[in-house]
């Protein structure tokens, strides 16, 4: 099936570069009008042919991309504006799985369901890339990522660390994970999914565990030992009756509920704007065991609009798109480089927590990342509950 | 409906047919009854049959899509899973028998009772709404009424200065989700046995009395035995009511139980587990689970019935 696509391209190319002539024989009809730029070599496409390509393709199907989620609402509407292009958003819901099933099983069919540009956990991007379903692309500002897949088939496009969201007033203002132990947490300290569910909470046991261990885990073993110590920590949570384990939803977070949640800070921020002041939230980065959790970005291989998918990206990768994720309180992954050019505006940075408190986030690599989560979610019940 | 002629009818002298061999019944022409039934049987097959079908066969499918027994393996292997039948069976239970429990005594106050007219009414209205009220709205309202930040917690909290979830008490527990699925398990027993309740007839007490029997004796020998199809029944209802709760329990407590449908929900969606062959095989579990209750309900419904006819 693959090479069936890989094929297709390939034609694409050899017709414009009027070159093949034993396949071009074979289909002499495929031959477009228009040269266009070359797909294979995964280089940077020039931004004027790009977007000239892009829009012979007229549109672009995304998938799990959440209006309410690091901006993508206004990301997704200044794409279509400037560029004049459609843009059809497939289940905005969808989880990574989700998204690389929906590559899987459009291989064959370039309708409107077949995504072109997936955004998944970067624990994904090994199936993503055994399976064969991302292409390689370098955007412009490939350089200044610090997070990517070297041969181009995926990079990290923002991150969030875990923070604590406080309601004022409810319970005092911790400062680290051990002040969570305390009996004035009693009852109180929630996480915002389940742990055999949702990787964010995966990810708060996991940074829990590198709290305790000390320092970020560089290893493997130290990795794994801070697995071990999360779920140690949970224990102690569980047993002295301050964990509470419902799942804490903006819902019960504005009735009260759940005084103290361990959230992403973009989705942590966000609720303490749409509540706005009721209840009051207070955004804490803990002191230790702060956590990164990065998305990728990646391009089907399948992809029915293969420029308008790369235009997507060249997009959202620029200092104008990765601004708009920080609107949406999600750091963009070259924070540092446009920091240091100094292109992001004061006022926006105020409205986040301290940049300092950032100074130690721990960005776990794909293999911590897989092997800790197997670790977690086979223990947690166990290690916890014990059951 | 076959007619079956019993020996005596057969033996009755015949005479319009004489010795003439009997013709074959003609055909009974096509029935616009069954138009009437068809969307029903429509209904049954896209809902149910093929949905069974599909988790039958997906439970032997592995994560890359081929033939495995490791799922149905998996079902009696893992601790985790052998836990979450073990608990789903466990709350099921508790919640059908307290509830066929409640319901039964709330559903005689009502009828036989002697309550007056009005408190019958507001009672079956009001387990009618109850009965539906489930899911996401119903743990909400649990949480904000009996939570940690409940109006009624708070309202004891300012009244009485006591802090009822200081002690120790806290609604998300085994008991706690009890409550919850209680709420909607008693008014569906009390919507079932108010009229059967009301089919006791006053003649059948007043003859046990005649013959010297107590109130004991009355129940025990008369209402009970005629009820017995109904109550169990009804039982059976419940259980398979809690058994397949969803919604409920996972917006209640999310993680913290776990029950067999939230663990096939974190196999068949979510980032974490993601395996939908084990996802499908644990849920061909709970329908030979259930195929077996209702085996052992129709079982028991043919002895208990053998009273009533």
Redesign the interface.
């Known amino acids: 099936m693959s090479s069936k696509i890989s094929r297709r391209d390939f034609l694409k190319v050899s017709a414009a570069a009027g070159a093949g002539a034993v396949l071009a024989s074979c289909a002499p009809t495929a031959a477009p009008t228009v040269a266009l730029p070359d797909l294979t070599t995964g280089e940077s496409i020039p931004l004027d042919a790009l977007i000239k390509a892009a829009q012979s393709e007229g549109s672009l199907t995304t998938i799990a991309l959440p209006h309410d989620w690091a901006n993508y609402g206004e990301m997704i509407e200044t794409y279509k504006s400037k560029y004049g292009m459609q843009v059809n958003e497939l289940n905005p819901d969808a ?4 998204e690389l099933e929906a590559i899987r099983a459009n291989k064959e069919a370039k309708g409107p369901q077949a995504p072109d540009v997936i955004d998944i ?1 970067v624990a ?1 991007t090994v199936t993503a890339m055994n399976d064969g379903l991302i292409a390689k692309y370098k955007v412009a500002t490939f350089d200044t990522i610090p997070m990517k897949d070297p041969g181009g088939y995926w990079w990290a496009e923002y991150y969030g660390a875990l923070v604590f969201e406080v309601i004022k007033g409810a319970v005092p203002i911790p400062s680290d994970w051990e002040d969570l132990l305390k009996p004035e947490y ?3 300290v929630a ?1 915002a ?7 964010q ?2 990810q708060t046991v996991f940074a829990s565990g590198i709290s305790r261990l000390g320092k970020n885990p560089e290893t493997m073993e130290d990795a794994m030992k801070a697995a071990e110590l999360g779920l140690e920590y949970w224990k102690e949570l569980n047993a002295a ?1 301050n964990f ?4 804490a939803d903006q ?2 977070i504005a ?3 759940t ?1 103290l949640v361990m959230e992403w800070d973009y989705l942590a921020l966000a609720n303490r704007d749409s509540l706005a002041g009721n209840p009051e939230l207070e955004i804490v980065v803990p002191k230790t065991g702060v956590i990164a959790g990065p998305y990728a970005g990646g391009i089907s291989a399948y992809a029915p609009h293969p420029y308008a998918a790369r235009l997507w990206w060249e997009f959202v990768m620029s200092d104008e798109g990765q601004l708009l994720y920080l609107k949406g309180y999600a750091h963009p992954i070259r924070f540092n480089d446009m920091a240091a050019r100094g292109v992001i505006p004061a006022d926006m940075a105020a409205k986040l927590p301290p940049a300092e408190a950032y100074a130690n986030a721990y960005f776990p690599t794909v293999e911590i990342l897989g092997a800790t ?1 197997t670790y977690i ?1 086979d223990n947690w ?2 290690a916890v ?1 014990g ?1 | 409906m076959a007619v079956e002629r019993s020996p005596r009818a057969d033996a009755r002298p015949r005479q319009d047919q004489g010795d003439a061999p009997r013709a074959r019944p003609p055909r009974k022409p096509f029935s616009w009854t069954w138009v009437g039934v068809a969307p029903f049987f429509v209904f049954a097959f896209l809902f149910l049959f093929l949905p069974s079908a599909s988790i039958f066969f997906r439970s032997f499918e592995s994560l890359d899509h081929r033939f495995t027994f490791q799922n149905i393996l998996d079902l009696f292997q893992k601790s985790d899973i052998r836990n979450a039948y073990k608990l789903s069976l466990q709350i099921s239970a508790a919640t059908a028998l307290g509830g066929a429990f409640l319901g039964f005594l709330l559903a005689y106050a009502v009828t036989i009772g002697g309550l007056p007219r009005a408190v019958r009414n507001f009672m079956l209205s009001f387990s009618g709404v109850a009965s539906n009220f489930a899911g996401v709205p119903l743990a909400f309202a649990f949480v904000a009424t009996m939570g940690n930040a409940g109006l009624v917690t708070r309202i004891i909290e300012s009244t009485t200065g006591i802090d009822i979830h200081a002690g120790g008490f806290t609604i998300y527990n085994f008991w706690g989700l009890s409550i919850v699925y209680m709420y909607f398990q008693f008014p569906l027993m009390v919507l079932i046995m108010a009229p059967a309740l009301d089919g006791l007839r006053r003649e059948w007490r007043e003859a046990c009395e005649n013959l010297g029997g107590s109130t004991w004796h009355y129940w025990r020998y008369v209402a009970l035995p005629i009820l017995a199809p109904t109550l169990l029944g009804t039982a059976i209802l419940l259980f398979g009511n809690a058994f397949g709760a969803y919604a409920t329990a996972y917006a209640f407590t999310g993680s913290f139980l776990n029950l067999v449908t939230i663990v096939i929900g974190a196999q068949i969606q979510g980032d974490v587990l993601y395996n939908p062959g084990l996802g499908n095989a644990m849920a061909l579990g709970m329908i030979v689970i259930m195929s077996m209750v209702m085996s052992v309900y129709i079982w028991s419904q043919r002895r208990a019935a053998r009273w009533v006819r």
Not at chain 1, 95 to 98: P, T, V
Not at chain 1, 193 to 199: A, H, Y
Request: hydrophobic share 30%; glycine share 20%.
């Open positions: 989880g990574s799985a989700d956990g994904h009693r009852g109180k996480m999914g389940d742990v055999l569910k949702s990787n909470s995966v009756g509470i384990p419902v799942i819902g019960k009735m009260g509920e005084p989560k979610t019940r166990k509950f059951e």
